[in-house]
Nanobody, 122 residues
């Protein structure tokens, strides 16, 4: 059974930092694109950061560009999201996602984690 398990969420003051982790099990994602999404109350889910299968290409939402960094550790089947200079508007449930298609860049994501709450206080 494939599982993506997020961790690292919590409560932080504005201007602070958090590092989210997403550990995959059940299959390897060394050759697969992965991403972080978020959903705030009353809003649609949005893409935050994406990383292609090789890790050489990344893409960010304009709202987090320059503050968030996505990275991956293929040996440990884990993807990270380093979040700096956090703002109250970053408050949301953050989800990890992965594509099933090998050697892909960006597109439809087939596997999803259960989410981790990030709350930024002003």
């Amino acid at each position: 059974q494939v599982q993506l398990v997020e961790s690292g969420g919590g409560l932080v003051q504005a201007g602070g930092s958090l590092r989210l982790s997403c550990a995959a099990s059940g299959r390897t994602f060394r050759r697969n694109a992965m991403a972080w999404f978020r959903q705030a109350p009353g809003k649609e889910r949005e893409s935050v950061a994406r990383i292609n299968w090789s890790g050489r290409n990344t893409d960010y939402a304009d709202s987090v560009q320059g503050r968030f960094t996505i990275s991956r550790d293929t040996a440990n089947n884990t993807v990270y999201l380093q979040m700096n200079s956090l703002k109250p508007e970053d408050t949301a449930v953050y989800y990890c996602a992965a594509r099933s298609l090998d050697y892909s860049d960006y597109g439809k994501y087939d596997y999803w984690g259960q989410g981790t709450q990030v709350t930024v206080s002003s």
